[in-house]
């Protein structure tokens, strides 16, 4: 089993940056996705951005196309979440997780998750 740990959550302004990081220990196989999630409140978790390990395919929710960006560092088997432009709608609890297959979007598909690290944009 995967065990991960996030970190880099923080309070921002609107328009500042924040940079994520998901710690993973444990084999991370090819046929696997890596992904960002995120919870408001008072809604259901929902995808952020995956880095799929089946040819490294990259994919973005439609709300953050063009600000987020997701990245790994294989050698520290580490990924980020770099965020920028941030606005107060991408507040929220934000969650790493792994899934044991290639293509993942849904939170139903992923079987570990990290315990989350807290992101509040004011305005």
């Known amino acids: 089993q995967v065990q991960l740990v996030e970190s880099g959550g923080g309070l921002v302004q609107a328009g500042d940056s924040l940079r994520l990081s998901c710690a993973a220990s444990?084999?991370?196989?090819?046929?696997?996705?890596m992904s960002w999630f995120r919870q408001a409140p008072g809604k259901e978790r929902e995808f952020v951005a995956t880095?799929?390990?089946?040819?490294?395919?990259?994919y973005y929710a439609d709300s953050v196309k063009g600000r987020f960006a997701i990245s790994r560092d294989n050698a520290k088997n580490t990924m980020y979440l770099q965020m920028n432009s941030l606005k107060p709608e991408d507040t929220g609890v934000y969650y790493c997780?792994?899934?044991?297959?290639?293509?993942?979007?849904?939170?139903?598909?992923?079987?570990?998750w990290g315990q989350g690290t807290q992101v509040t944009v004011s305005s």
């Open positions: 997780a792994v899934a044991p297959r290639c293509i993942a979007r849904s939170s139903r598909e992923y079987n570990s």
């Open positions: 444990g084999r991370i196989f090819s046929s696997s996705a």
């Open positions: 880095f799929s390990y089946c040819g490294g395919t990259i």
